[in-house]
């Protein structure tokens, strides 16, 4: 496919965020949609909260903490659960028993985009799986490192470099960046770094917007952003 009929999508999101999750299967859907143009997706940090300990909290606790008793969680649960199952997600909340800090699989989702396109989709979307359907801890080193391993990336460099710094302020300033573009909430899709399409909007949505940008761009109606 030309350049000229391809666009870049970067996808803001944080993995223990369950209407990311649902937006990045709605995207998916998306680009089946979009007919001949050449999606390139690419997915940067957000932190829904930063205030996590490193080593996570209790979800029970931070959850009602947060929103003050169970009956609001489980209404939260209940309006979100169906909309997954629509998109083939089968969240199991009760089995996820820690809120992690997310900043570590961030860095490894950073990592993986180095090692390729298909790789960093495969690592997201096992991160997603592997909190929302499976429960694991996503502050975990342990499960970041299979994780990476199962997408493909050489587990024993990110086993080597989580214990450590690196990219750290990388990630963080990708988070602020997102910050000052006045990005509150997530997901949050960026079309050629210049239109954003806010939330878990239907596929159809973000079809008729990667038609529209695309289009726009083959035009030269675009001016590109590096």
């Given at each position: ?42 997915w ?23 929103f ?86 050489d ?20 988070i ?14 960026l079309?050629?770094g ?33």
């Open positions: 496919m030309s350049a000229e009929n391809s666009i870049t999508v970067d996808v803001v999101s944080d993995v223990v965020c369950p209407w990311c999750f649902i937006g990045q299967k709605r995207l998916d859907k998306a680009i089946a949609a979009a007919g001949d143009v050449d999606v390139h997706v690419r940067r940090p957000f932190q829904l909260d930063p205030t996590i300990p490193q080593a996570g909290m209790d979800r029970r606790e931070y959850m009602l903490g947060k003050g008793s169970e009956e609001r969680i489980h209404q939260i649960h209940a309006r979100i659960e169906p909309l997954g199952e629509a998109e083939g997600i089968h969240f199991a909340f009760g089995a996820i028993k820690v809120a992690p800090n997310t900043l570590d699989a961030h860095r490894v989702i950073r990592w993986a985009g180095a090692a390729g396109e298909d790789v960093q989709n495969q690592l997201v979307r096992r991160f997603f799986q592997l909190n929302f359907e499976e429960g694991a801890n996503l502050g975990d080193h342990a499960v970041l490192v299979e994780a990476a391993r199962e997408a493909g990336m587990a024993s460099v990110v086993e080597t470099l989580l214990p450590t710094d690196a990219d750290v302020d990388a990630v963080r300033n990708e602020a960046t997102a910050s000052r573009m006045g990005i509150t909430g997530v997901p949050c899709f079309l050629e210049k239109y954003a399409v806010m939330g878990a909007q239907d596929a159809e949505t973000l079809a008729d917007a990667i038609r529209q940008v695309a289009g726009a761009k083959a035009r030269g109606e675009l001016e590109i952003a590096d």
